[in-house]
C-alpha cells in the first residue's frame, strides 16, 4: 500500500532563516505532487505543484521554492523565512483523480 | 475558473443530530466531486467521493450525491458523533489534474 511521509512535524524557526521541508511517497510510481499551505483557521491555499522529476509549477509567487530531485521525493524551501511563512503545509500525491494527504508540517516563525 | 463554495462554519450540533453541510461547484464540464476531513492537527483525509452525475459516495455513515443540475455535493449524515467534529472541504478535479478546494466547514458536536 501507498504511504507519504512528512518531516519535520513541527518547526520553529526565526525570521530570515533557511527552511527545508521534505516529503517522500512509497508505494507508487511517478505519482504527481503537490504542496499546499493552510494559515490558522484558512482554507487550502496550493503552492506547488509537479508531474515529474525536475518539473515544479508554481502556483503563488513567494518566497518559497520546490525541489523534485527523485521520482518519490519533494522539497519546499526558502532561503529567508518570513513571519507571513508561518502555517500548517501539507504535502500531497495523487495517480488518477484523487490526491492522498500527508501529516502534515507546522511552521511557527517567530 | 473552476471553484467550490461551502457554508461557512463553525456548524456545532448536539451528537446524534443530522448534519449537512451544503457545497456547491462552478465548472466548465463535469468534474469528479470529493470530500475530505481533517481532524485536529492531521492531514487531510478522503471521506468520500463521486465522479459522474447521480453518483452517491458514502463512507463511515456519511454520504453525498453528486446533483448536476443544481452544481452541488452537499454533505449528510443521519447521526453525528463528538468524534466527528472537525473540518470538512468539498473539492472538485479533472482528470487527475489539481484538486480545487472549498474554504472548509469546522463541525463541533457537543455531548
Known amino acids: 500500500s501507498q504511504t507519504i511521509h512528512q518531516w519535520p512535524a513541527t518547526l520553529v524557526q526565526p525570521v530570515g532563516s533557511p527552511l527545508s521541508l521534505e516529503c517522500t511517497v512509497e508505494?507508487?510510481?511517478?505519482?504527481?505532487l503537490y504542496w499546499y499551505r493552510q494559515a490558522a483557521g484558512r482554507g487550502l491555499q496550493l503552492l506547488f505543484y509537479s508531474v515529474g522529476i525536475g518539473q515544479i509549477s508554481s502556483e503563488v509567487p513567494q518566497n518559497l521554492s520546490a525541489s523534485r530531485p527523485q521520482d518519490r521525493q519533494f522539497i519546499l524551501s526558502s532561503k529567508k523565512l518570513l513571519l507571513s511563512d508561518s502555517g500548517f503545509y501539507l504535502c500531497?500525491?495523487?495517480?488518477?483523480?484523487?490526491?492522498?494527504f500527508g501529516p502534515g508540517t507546522r511552521l511557527t516563525v517567530t | 475558473g473552476d471553484s467550490v463554495t461551502q457554508m461557512e462554519g463553525p456548524v456545532t450540533l448536539s451528537e446524534e443530530a443530522f448534519l449537512t453541510i451544503n457545497c456547491t461547484y462552478t465548472?466548465?464540464?463535469?468534474?469528479?466531486l470529493f470530500w475530505y476531513v481533517q481532524y485536529p492537527g492531521e492531514g487531510l483525509q478522503l471521506l468520500l467521493k463521486?465522479?459522474?452525475?447521480?453518483d452517491k459516495g458514502s463512507n463511515k455513515g456519511f454520504e453525498a450525491t453528486y446533483r448536476k443540475e443544481t452544481t452541488s455535493f452537499h454533505l449528510e449524515k443521519g447521526s453525528v458523533q463528538v468524534s466527528d467534529s472537525a473540518v470538512y472541504f468539498c473539492?472538485?478535479?479533472?482528470?487527475?489534474?489539481?484538486?480545487?478546494f472549498g474554504g472548509g466547514t469546522r463541525l463541533m458536536v457537543k455531548p
Open positions: 463521486a465522479t459522474k452525475a447521480d
Open positions: 473539492a472538485l478535479s479533472f482528470a487527475g489534474n489539481m484538486l480545487t
Open positions: 508505494g507508487t510510481s511517478n505519482p504527481n
Open positions: 500531497a500525491w495523487s495517480v488518477g483523480y484523487e490526491q492522498y
Open positions: 465548472a466548465t464540464g463535469y468534474p469528479s
